[in-house]
């Protein structure tokens, strides 16, 4: 299937998905499903959109709006304007027409040899290996497994910059940690505290989202400073004692090694994202304790 740019109508489909799916809690919209199902009938008509999120929509009728599934499943085999397919297994049966775009993001999909699609197609990922589409379409699965290895490629390479640019301070943090790590907690636990409660001060005023935004940005990134300190300790460990690394690699092997580790660690559900909220709170503080790893003699001089 051809694979052309993302549209317009895209952006647009997708916001009234979101839209939709408030209507739902309201109103018990039978064309909008959150975790359940949704049906079109063979000699049924829907003058409005179609919204599947998590479910299994079949589409054998008209739908006069367009037809959106978001980490679930589509049989398609009716007509619609358009048809957006995201996480998800789609099938366009014999006999499937769609009027407008048709988008598949992530996932399986099947077409009929004489499914007809009228306008613009966009298909990313149907062509990727069969088991990575099939994790890809088992709905919040997949979005989980996307949104999981988003984050760790961010703060990989957030963290694969800070050790590289201040290697001897992310040491003295790491050497610091054995004996200092209960005061690194307490510390990173106030600072955290102290950070949510300023933000919600500032995002009061429109003229404070901004500085908000900024606050939370810092915090973060001084807490993958202290978090680069552990995986340092945490790789060195590793790594000599399965003899990975020797004793003079260098800290960013170390810390890129730690980093792996707690990458595999990050994908068991809630575990994984529980241990990675304590190692962020311990590093913010970590940071706090040891002043951004300054040297002792600047440390105590401050």
């Known amino acids: 299937m051809k ?12 916001l009234g998905a979101l839209l939709g799916s408030t209507e739902v809690r309201a109103g018990h919209n039978p064309g909008v499903g959150i975790f359940s199902d949704v049906r079109v009938g063979k000699d049924e ?42 996480l998800s297994r789609a099938d366009f ?23 007809k699609f009228e306008r613009e197609q966009v298909d990313l990922g149907s062509r990727l290996p069969p088991r990575m589409q099939r994790l890809l379409s088992r709905g919040l699965i997949g979005l989980f497994v996307i949104l999981r290895l988003i984050g760790i490629i961010i703060s990989g390479l957030v963290i694969l910059l800070i050790a590289l640019l201040i ?63 552990i995986l340092l300790l945490l790789g060195k460990r590793l790594g000599t004692e399965t003899g990975i690394l020797g004793e003079q690699s260098s800290t960013v092997w170390a810390v890129m090694l730690g980093f792996g580790v707690m990458a595999l660690v990050r994908f068991i559900p809630i575990i994984g994202e529980l241990i990675w909220l304590v190692l962020s709170i311990i590093g913010f503080g970590l940071v706090l304790v040891t002043k951004l790893g300054a040297p002792a003699a600047e440390a105590s001089a401050s």
């Open 3 to 14: 694979t052309t740019r993302l549209t317009p109508a895209l952006l647009l489909i997708a």
């Open 45 to 86: 008509v829907r003058h409005d959109d179609v919204v599947c999120i998590g479910g299994h929509a079949t589409i054998e009728g008209k739908v006069e709006g367009s037809v959106v599934v978001i980490g679930g499943k589509l049989d398609y085999s009716g007509e619609a304007k358009d048809v957006v397919t995201i």
């Open 93 to 115: 049966r014999s006999g499937a027409t769609v009027h407008g775009d048709m988008v598949h993001i992530l996932g399986e999909m099947q077409s009929a040899p004489d499914a």
């Open 167 to 229: 290697p001897d301070r992310i040491e003295r943090m790491s050497e610091a940690l054995d004996t200092r790590w209960p005061a690194s907690f307490g510390f990173g636990l106030l600072a955290c505290f102290a950070v949510v409660i300023l933000a919600v001060g500032l995002a009061i005023t429109l003229i404070g989202i901004p500085f908000a935004i900024l606050l939370g940005l810092v915090a973060k990134l001084l807490g993958l400073v202290g978090v680069s300190g």
